[in-house]
């Protein structure tokens, strides 16, 4: 008997308390899939995010949940509904639907301007001090997780928290303890070093992955992004000593040594970091480039 499992074909079926339909394949990652969808109970379009309910590694029941309890904050995406497809085959997240990634606009146009990356680092700040305040860190900052806004498109979405957690213990509100020897988490370009060395992370490292992030878009690549080896060990071990050396990037070399200073449970200095990236933003003559994003069309 054949052990391969049926294709479920999950375009035109009803989700969301037969409120929502499932559009076109609009995107794919480690997780699943993600669809656009239209609303039945009023005019509007969602994007339907699914992973198949047998999956190995299931993040998207856990990412719903994270949702539900950041709310409506700052730059994060509002979650609409969760639950299974009809046939049970796939968890199902409905959010509402955003633009483009910022690693798709590189992608398009290239580095971004000045001023449109620091109008980013002051919105994705705003996002990370709110999530920490919430318990949880991110894990996985990068300009494939930070989506442009559809209603306003100069506003910026920090998406994705499959790999998300939280750094408390849920019972005293203690800070988890420091360990080793945990495995890699995140994404090789823009994570921390310590999830090189296998540490488990906290809100330090978020702040990180967002220098990394910023010096991506003002550059539009990063030294280490071409690295290619024999074996993906290797390449980490390559990519960390890179990270480890002296990094010249003076518009927020600042932002990754504050990260840097900081201890294991330490609080980041939010309000001071945000003040610089503002005071940039007001200083820099650029003219009208934070519309940049506005330019970009994707395919």
């Known amino acids: 008997m054949s052990s391969i499992k049926p294709v479920v074909q999950l375009e ?8 929502f339909k499932i559009l076109k ?18 005019p509007g379009e969602v994007a339907i995010k699914t992973e198949p309910k047998d999956s190995k590694n299931p993040s998207l029941g856990w990412e719903s949940k994270v949702y539900l309890l ?27 639907l955003l633009g483009p990634s910022l690693q798709d606009v590189v992608g398009s146009v290239g580095k971004l301007k000045s001023k449109s990356v620091y109008s980013v680092g002051i919105q994705i700040m705003k996002s990370l001090e ?11 900052i990068k300009p494939a997780n930070m989506l442009i806004g559809v209603a306003n ?14 750094f408390r213990d849920m019972k005293t509100g203690n800070h988890l303890p420091y360990e ?50 024999s074996t993906k060990t290797n390449r980490l071990d390559i990519i960390k000593d890179m990270k480890n050396k002296n990094i010249n990037c003076p518009d927020f070399g ?23 990236m503002e005071m940039e933003f007001k200083y820099i003559n650029a003219g009208d480039e934070n519309k940049q994003f506005q330019r970009f069309k994707p395919n």
């Open 12 to 19: 035109g079926q009803l989700v969301g308390n037969n409120n």
């Open 25 to 42: 394949k609009i995107g794919c990652g480690g997780f699943g899939e993600v669809y656009s969808g239209q609303r039945l109970d009023r």
């Open 70 to 96: 950041l709310g409506n904050g700052p730059g994060i995406p509002k979650g609409i509904w969760a639950g299974l497809s009809p046939l049970k085959t796939h968890q199902i997240l409905i959010m509402e």
């Open 130 to 140: 709110f999530i920490h305040e919430k318990g949880i860190i991110h894990q996985d």
């Open 153 to 166: 498109s100069n506003k910026i979405y920090l998406s994705d928290f499959g790999l998300s957690k939280h």
């Open 180 to 229: 080793c020897g945990k495995g890699f988490v995140g994404t090789s370009t823009f994570a921390s070093v310590n999830a090189h060395l296998g540490r488990n992370l906290s809100r330090r490292d978020d702040l990180e992955s967002l220098a990394f992030t910023l010096m991506y878009l003002l550059n539009g690549t990063l030294p280490w992004e071409k690295v290619s080896t």
């Open 254 to 276: 600042n932002v990754l040594q504050h990260s840097r200073k900081l201890k294991f449970e330490e609080t980041p200095d939010y309000h001071n970091i945000s003040n610089f």
